[in-house]
């Protein structure tokens, strides 16, 4: 089927231009291809559809009423064709990201109206999900995760500033049950755990002269927004691990404070994949020139 609607391609291109030879340019084929071409489809057929001389190349009879019979199709191929390349020169139509919940709130959410300003026509749907998911099987146009969770074959940008993680508790907390000065020193405190959609309970990360070590916490809560982790916090439940984003205003305010911060982690970075550079959608590619 393939090969015959090639051939009826090739056929079409050869009568318009009445020129095996005009046509082939066009087409950025040989002549001798295309020749070949139409004579399979003449063989296939039975019967000959073009008249070739030495000078010039018209449609028999039976071509012309297979050609006429063939226009309203090829017209409905030619708009279509149309319609998808306006589409992906325009900057409309719809992107769908995959985000982690954190990356929503510290990367995306304070450029939501900037990016809506500027660009009415498209509707950017976002998913905020932990969940590490396939952005291709899923639908999704990209994604966007940490350096280390990202497939090797997706093309990755960074975005946003670099994010940090710290562990802090409510002053109050802190008066009652004293400062861990250590990361081994939370094991005998009450910390609010963090669980992901697979089900892993995050082991918190601390480093220190380049040594890295991560705890496996204890304690009552164990809960999987990071916002509801941070207010249980600032309500005395425990010490708590999270995004600096998440926890700077309550420490300016007063309600958290700053432990173990001679172990932080280095900084990271979210970055916004996506599967190929090529044939990229003008509207995701705005987004990707807006985020960068």
Same mark, same amino acid.
């Given at each position: ?25 066009? $087409?950025?084929? !040989? ?24 000078? !010039? ?26 319609? $998808? ?33 500027? *660009? ?8 905020? !999900? ?9 639908? %999704? #146009? ?7 969770? $990202?497939?090797? #074959?997706? /093309?990755?940008?960074? /975005?946003?500033?670099?994010?940090? %993680? ?8 802190? #008066? ?40 496996? /916490? ?22 708590? *691990? ?8 309550? /420490? ?5 404070? *700053? ?10 970075? %979210?970055?916004?994949? %996506? ?5 990229? !959608? ?11």
């Amino acid at each position: 089927m393939k090969h015959q609607l090639d051939s009826l391609g090739a056929l079409v291109h050869v009568a318009r231009q009445r020129s095996f030879r005009k046509a082939a340019s066009g $087409l950025g084929v !040989s002549a001798s291809a295309l020749s070949h071409a139409v004579g399979k489809l003449e063989q296939a057929l039975g019967v000959r559809l073009l008249n070739r001389t030495t000078r !010039s190349v018209s449609p028999t009879p039976a071509g012309e009423r297979l050609l006429a019979s063939l226009a309203p199709a090829l017209g409905q191929i030619e708009r279509a064709l149309d319609e $998808l390349n306006a589409e992906r020169s325009a900057v409309r139509g719809k992107v769908r990201l995959n985000i982690p919940r954190a990356a929503l709130h510290l990367v995306l959410a304070p450029r939501l109206a900037a990016w809506a300003r500027a *660009y009415p026509e498209v509707e950017l749907e976002v998913v905020g !999900s932990d969940a590490v998911v396939d952005i291709v099987a899923e639908g %999704f #146009d990209a994604g966007m995760r940490f350096g280390e969770l $990202l497939q090797q #074959d997706m /093309v990755a940008l960074p /975005v946003g500033p670099p994010v940090r %993680f710290v562990a802090c508790a409510a002053p109050a907390y802190l #008066d009652a049950h004293g400062v861990p000065h250590t990361p081994q020193d939370l094991l005998a405190h009450r910390c609010i755990a963090l669980r992901f959609p697979s089900g892993a309970r995050y082991r918190w990360e601390f480093a220190r002269a380049g040594q890295p070590i991560d705890i496996a /916490v204890g304690g009552a809560l164990v809960l999987d927004d990071m916002a509801a982790i941070v207010h249980a916090a600032i309500d005395g439940a425990g010490v708590c *691990y999270t995004y600096e984003g998440y926890a700077a205003h309550h /420490v300016a305010q007063g309600r958290l404070r *700053y432990v173990l911060q001679d172990w932080s982690v280095p900084e990271e970075r %979210f970055y916004l994949y %996506f599967p190929s550079a090529r044939n990229m !959608s003008a509207s995701l590619r705005a987004l990707v020139a807006f985020l960068r």
